[in-house]
């Protein structure tokens, strides 16, 4: 099973993930902007494996990059959210 398939397992993935970045010391402009380029490359690459993630592809889809950039920034305030709960 991919992390993709399920909503819980790709939010507790990409906390992982910023987890790892911020031990590593990278700055929230880096984790922002590498957080941009998952969004780009999934949008491009990847078909979504549920509601939440086909959401997510359509606004992807009709934002310009400004508003992806906002998009990837929220995905990684909710991830934050949701650890420190």
Do not use: C
Request: hydrophobic share 40%; glycine share 4%.
């Amino acid at each position: 099973m991919s992390v993709l398939d399920n909503w819980d397992q790709w939010k507790q993935f990409l906390d992982g993930r910023l987890q790892q970045a911020k031990q590593d010391g990278m700055t929230e402009n880096v984790t922002s902007d590498i957080a941009y380029e998952v969004g780009e490359y999934l949008a491009n690459n990847v078909d979504p494996k549920n509601e939440q993630e086909r959401v997510l592809a359509d606004l992807w889809k009709v934002a310009d990059e400004q508003e992806q950039h906002a998009i990837a920034n929220i995905m990684v305030k909710m991830v934050q959210s949701n650890s420190s709960q």
